[in-house]
């Protein structure tokens, strides 16, 4: 299998996990969504640290020790991915996949606004299309559900930045998820123990659920090492695409496996952004094409120009 077939089959792997992740929180509704946000933190710590000490890739880790502001920008990344990911389970387990499902659809643009409001990148108009189209979307949902989908915002606005704080950093997935994990460790540990203090807790009720609540480092970690494979042998723009299939199958869980509502009002809101995603993706990969003929011009021109240097001087070429 060439590493091309790999990198898509480990997209595809890592998208159908996340699509999926909503089945396993439902398993886990017995514990209130701080306790396994807790849990999902202190274990993917112990999975992540195994999996450093196999692979030995301690480098970044003690290069980023030496960067007080790189561990100031990690802190922050970290309190944007636990609260992504307490959001996440709060909707999951109050009946709402398909408004957070609603979240990881509009999570390009709110990107695409992030690069013009922090980075001053300049859109081109199709992405400003997309954009106008995304806040229509928006407005409709939000009379739909008689609220702004204040879940589907947040979990955008919070992975967002996210990405946004990760791209600046440049660091490893797993040496990142450690000390993302690292920093949220200690207090999510602290609470875990102050928590078997109380019958609130869920851990140690029954077999099965105290097993699910210890794999949630494996349901963090794998997915996100597939995505790393994937992202080091194929294009970003084809890894943009396939990351769409975690909310189209997080939406046909919440409609067809939990039923939850889908209204007249509400499905055209998501038509909306679904026609966002269509204009944006096309621009993306038209832009692509465009920067990568260009190149081949670029590197076209310079052979020629090499070669007539080349003859003008009475060297073969």
Known sequence: M???????LFAFAANLLWGFMPVYIKLLREAGSVEILAHRVV??????????AV??????????VRRPKALAAVAFAAVLLAGNWWMYIYGVNTNRVVESALGYFINPLVIVVLGVTVLR????AAQWLAVGIGAVAVGVLTVDYGRLPYIALFLALTWGGYGLVKKRLQLGATE??????????????????WLTSTPDTAFGDHVGLTLLLVSAGFV????????????????????????????VLQLALGVFLFHEPMPPARLAGFALVWLALIVFTADGIRAASRAR????????GDSADQ????????VPS
């Open 2 to 8: 060439t590493d091309t077939r790999k990198g898509y």
């Open 43 to 52: 274990w993917s710590v112990v999975v992540v640290s195994l999996l450093l």
């Open 55 to 64: 692979t030995r890739k301690w480098g970044q880790l003690k290069a980023l």
């Open 121 to 124: 990148e300049r859109l081109r």
């Open 176 to 193: 990142a998820l450690l000390v993302e994990s690292g920093v949220l460790a200690i207090p999510a540990l602290a609470y875990l123990v």
């Open 220 to 247: 963090t970690a794998v997915p996100l090492l597939f995505f790393a494979g994937a992202a080091n042998r194929i294009p970003l723009t084809a890894i943009g695409i396939m990351q769409y299939l975690t909310p």
């Open 293 to 300: 003929a260009q190149a081949r011009n670029r590197t076209a």
């Open 307 to 314: 070669g007539t240097s080349y003859a003008s001087s009475g």
